[in-house]
Nanobody
């Protein structure tokens, strides 16, 4: 089992920045993929960014150049630095951990960007 604890969400004005953190505990493998999805009200949950155990990254087109994902394997933690935030970035952000056929999700953290 893997437990994911997210932190760092909140309310910010457009153009501002936030950093999300997700600490993993339990049966952790550093080669696992970790990342972030988000879900706005009435919409599906979409990928924001992910990072492989080797450090390869993928981003949604809507956040490229503004968001940066990173990980600290010594701390079993993944980060999402979000800059130049827009009102359309408002959503619940979910951390995830994937290894083999097993996927785990955090409880979600709210990010609200005011215009």
């Amino acid at each position: 089992q893997v437990h994911l604890e997210e932190s760092g969400g909140g309310l910010v004005q457009a153009g501002g920045s936030l950093r999300l953190s997700c600490a993993a505990s339990g049966s952790i493998f550093s080669i696992a993929t970790m990342g972030w999805y988000r879900q706005a009200p009435g919409k599906q949950r979409d990928l924001v960014a992910r990072i492989s155990g080797g450090g390869s990254t993928n981003y949604a087109d809507s956040v490229k150049g503004r968001f940066t994902i990173s990980r600290d394997n010594a701390k079993n933690t993944v980060y999402l630095q979000m800059n130049s935030l827009k009102p359309e970035d408002t959503a619940v952000y979910y951390c995830y951990y994937a290894f083999g056929i097993n996927n785990y999700w955090g409880q979600g953290t709210q990010v609200t960007v005011s215009s």
